[in-house]
């Protein structure tokens, strides 16, 4: 079935710092990608989305890039902040239906 | 608009109990899910509605789960008995038509049962 596969936290980064959250999903279908994220004692919120191949994703100085070949749409932010403190959820839609199925979760923890 | 609104924010129970969690959907959403959330299992889609009907329930772990939509701005997820396998945080989400991959999701109920 439907899976997505994030790489395992927790990931502590220093501010502006480089950021990489790997994330891959099962190929079946053409399903639309997503990151959402989530900050402590809220619910998820959309950080950006990609609907094809080759699509880039963009929001808040975060990107993600639609790779079909390598089925991919890791997460990068150039340069994070305090404030992006959380955890990011990778998540595809399901084959002819809409259902998204969410990765585990990476939490993120950037210290100034 | 004041978003999904959840309640309660925290549940504790004894184990036997019923319990019973609420969801308000934003306005004008018509599609509406119930996920929930623990460390071992990550983030799990339990049911979802579409205009106040199931479509998919087969994420509802078992018949000690139950949920309801009785109309466009209201809906609960039941749990009875409780048992403290079931402990975690469950998050209501509701999306709009052709956005319907947008999810909008409340704050989260988190439960404890003891």
């Known amino acids: 079935g439907d899976s997505v596969t994030q790489m395992e936290g927790p990931v502590t980064l220093s501010e502006e710092a480089f950021l990489t959250i790997n994330c891959t999903y099962t190929?079946?279908?053409?399903?639309?990608l997503f990151w959402y994220v989530q900050y402590p004692g809220e619910g998820l919120q959309l950080l950006l989305k990609?609907?094809?191949?080759?699509d880039k994703g963009s929001n808040k100085g975060f990107e993600a890039t639609y790779r079909k070949e390598t089925t991919s749409f890791h997460l990068e932010k150039g340069s994070v902040q305090v404030s992006d403190s959380a955890v990011y959820f990778c998540?595809?839609?399901?084959?002819?239906?809409?259902?998204?199925?969410f990765g585990k979760g990476t939490k993120l923890s950037v210290i100034p | 608009d004041a978003g999904v609104i959840q309640s309660p924010r925290h549940e504790v129970t004894e184990m036997g109990q019923e319990v019973t969690l609420r969801c308000k959907p934003i306005?004008?959403?018509?599609?509406l899910f119930w996920y929930r959330q623990t460390m071992m299992r990550g983030l799990e889609l339990l049911i979802y509605?579409?205009?106040?009907?199931?479509?998919?329930d087969s994420g509802m772990p078992e018949d000690r789960f139950s949920a309801k939509m009785p109309n466009a701005s209201f809906s609960t997820l039941k749990i009875q008995p409780s048992e403290p396998r079931d402990s975690a945080v469950y998050f209501c989400?509701?999306?709009?038509?052709?956005?319907?991959?947008?999810?909008?999701f409340g704050s989260g109920t988190q439960l404890s049962v003891l």
């Open positions: 989400a509701s999306s709009l038509g052709q956005g319907r991959e947008k999810l909008f």
């Open positions: 190929a079946t279908g053409y399903p639309s």
């Open positions: 990609a609907t094809k191949a080759d």
């Open positions: 998540a595809r839609s399901g084959a002819g239906s809409y259902q998204l199925t």
């Open positions: 306005s004008g959403h018509d599609y």
């Open positions: 509605f579409n205009n106040n009907v199931p479509i998919d």
